[in-house]
């Protein structure tokens, strides 16, 4: 039986240019980490950035990504796992078709990020290819989050 806050917790969002799902947040870890799963396709690069508090692990369910830092590259099919630590800029990038991940924070902090930063689908599914987003208003809620942004999409850490 699926509660009302499941149910919320569960509410899928367009966070940039993936489709986001809380699947546990502080709230339900006593703060320890939280778990976000997402799923974009092709191309898709958020901007450079990194979490001043928050380790951040990536598992791939399906697809490939690359996870990109600081003179190290490496390519994650599924079933392959990457840690991002804090404190080291890093982005992802999607190779395959479609890809479907989870980001794992820890501490818990992520999750919140996600929800203040994203927004409720307009329609079922990924957000439409080459949305407008709001660069400010996403670098505002990212420092909030203890995230600093460090380059628009495509850029990748110095080696």
Same mark, same amino acid.
């Given at each position: 039986?699926?509660?009302t806050?499941d149910?919320q917790?569960?509410r899928?969002?367009?966070f940039i240019?993936?489709l986001a799902?809380v699947?546990?947040?502080?709230a339900a ?13 092709r191309?898709?690069m958020?901007? #450079? ?5 928050v380790?951040? +692990?990536?598992? %791939?369910l !399906?697809?490939?990504l690359s996870?990109?830092? &600081? *003179?190290?590259?490496v ?7 990457l840690?991002a630590p804090h404190?080291?800029?890093?982005v992802y ?8 991940? #989870?980001?794992l924070?820890?501490?818990a902090g992520? +999750?919140?990020? %996600?929800? !203040?930063?994203?927004?409720e689908p307009e329609? &079922? *599914?990924l957000p439409?290819a080459g949305?407008v ?8 809620v990212a420092?909030?989050h203890?995230i600093e ?6 850029? #990748?850490p110095?080696?």
């Amino acid at each position: 039986m699926t509660t009302t806050l499941d149910a919320q917790r569960l509410r899928p969002l367009w966070f940039i240019d993936d489709l986001a799902t809380v699947q546990l947040d502080g709230a339900a870890t006593g703060g320890a980490f939280d778990v976000v799963e997402l799923e974009g396709r092709r191309g898709d690069m958020p901007p #450079l950035h990194v979490h001043l508090e928050v380790d951040e +692990a990536f598992y %791939v369910l !399906e697809g490939e990504l690359s996870l990109h830092l &600081p *003179g190290r590259s490496v390519r994650l099919e599924a079933g392959r796992a990457l840690l991002a630590p804090h404190g080291v800029p890093h982005v992802y990038r999607v190779e395959s078709d479609r890809a479907r991940w #989870l980001a794992l924070g820890t501490p818990a902090g992520f +999750a919140d990020f %996600v929800r !203040e930063a994203g927004d409720e689908p307009e329609a &079922p *599914g990924l957000p439409p290819a080459g949305r407008v987003h709001d660069q400010a208003r996403l670098a505002e809620v990212a420092a909030r989050h203890g995230i600093e942004l460090l380059g628009p999409p495509g850029t #990748l850490p110095s080696p």
